[in-house]
């Protein structure tokens, strides 16, 4: 079967078309030119596009995307070398954790607890929102690429036990602690 097919009405009037598994499919050819004028649209030639408009000024973002490192907008570090029972307060407005680097120097178990409040923690009342174990003379480190929620603030503390209820305190300037928050 041929591509094109003769119109019935209009003596030699010749349709362009496509066969596609036996069937026609009108086949289209895309134009572009002033009024009056037509130049087909090819690889030599191609259709014309222009943007309509810009992204409107203010504060709107397509995205977040850092090809090379930023000097700006990066995480903020709490820091602590001598971590005890005593709560601190990371960040007191809701924020989010996006990893810690816990050492405990001492020849005990320790657990660091973080919380999600907006005023200080009070070790043993608050009731944390994690507990991480720190084994004797180890380094524990965690990266959480989408961040942990903290919706009211974020708190933090250590005990030598690792139930909601503790006050004990682990040794003596042996818990240092570095939380990677926003």
Known sequence: MSDNITLPQGAGTLLATDEILGVHVLRAKVQTGVDGTAVDVSQSNPLPVGLVGSL???AN???AVHVKPDTAGGLSVYR???LS???QSVKSSPGQVFGWHLANWSSSVAFVKLYNT???PTVGTTEPALTLMVPAGQVVSAEHTNGIAF???IGIGATAAPSDNN???PGLNTMIVNV???
């Open 167 to 169: 006050t004990s305190a």
């Open 61 to 63: 973002t397509v995205g």
């Open 118 to 120: 907006a005023a200080t």
């Open 151 to 153: 919706t009211n603030g």
């Open 80 to 82: 602590n070398v001598s």
């Open 85 to 87: 029972n005593t709560g």
């Open 180 to 182: 990677f928050y926003k």
């Open 56 to 58: 409107p000024a203010g």
